[in-house]
């Protein structure tokens, strides 16, 4: 598994930006499948974006065209560009890391997660 730590979260009012940021330890990150997953209060936590190794991407309709997943893998770092942001985007955003194995990916590693609230 690999270690991920998240940041960047907080509060902003609707229609404003954040950029969370997911710190990942080893050298697996190259090569593993990275996602932003979210969770709000009473809800199952749902797929917000998903980038490949080879840099696919991939967007819950809710957040296509304003929120962008990147990553930067010299530093070990994924992404999201979070613009536009709804009241509805309440919720505690998670990194998660689909590690290679020799079986499939293993989507077990992930963050402890960051509050982003938004203010109407």
């Known amino acids: 598994q690999v270690q991920l730590v998240e940041s960047g979260g907080g509060l902003v009012q609707a229609g404003g930006s954040l950029r969370l940021s997911c710190a990942a330890s080893?050298?697996?990150?190259?090569?593993?499948?990275m996602g932003w997953y979210r969770q709000a209060p009473g809800k199952q936590r749902e797929l917000v974006a998903g980038?490949?190794?080879?840099?696919?991407?991939n967007y819950a309709d809710s957040v296509k065209g304003r929120f962008t997943i990147s990553r930067d893998n010299a530093k070990n770092t994924l992404y999201l560009q979070m613009n536009s942001l709804k009241p509805e985007d309440t919720a505690v955003y998670y990194c998660?890391?689909?590690?290679?194995?020799?079986?499939?990916?293993?989507?077990?590693?992930w963050g402890q997660g960051t509050q982003v609230t938004v203010s109407s």
């Open positions: 998660n890391a689909g590690v290679p194995t020799p079986v499939g990916l293993d989507f077990g590693s």
């Open positions: 080893g050298s697996i990150f190259s090569s593993s499948t």
């Open positions: 980038i490949t190794s080879g840099g696919s991407t």
